[in-house]
């Protein structure tokens, strides 16, 4: 899909970014609506970015304590 008005989509997701962490409720009820526009596609977008990043962090999280885990191990030795 292309977008034809950048700076709405990009405003699309940057509030989208902002209310998924701070309100994600309230993103979803806006995302039930059935509007097409730049700004919409950028909310779309913008929520899946978030979550992105957030499956990400965590999964970097996971791994920093798994890695201390095992280094604790060898510790212990």
Sequence with gaps: MEIANEQQYIKGVNHAYLLAEYQPQLLENLLKSESRNDYFIGLQDGKRLYEKERS??????????????SKDRGLER
Excluded: I, T, Y
């Design 56 to 69: 990400q962090s965590r999964l970097n999280e996971l791994n920093a304590m798994q890695n201390k885990k």
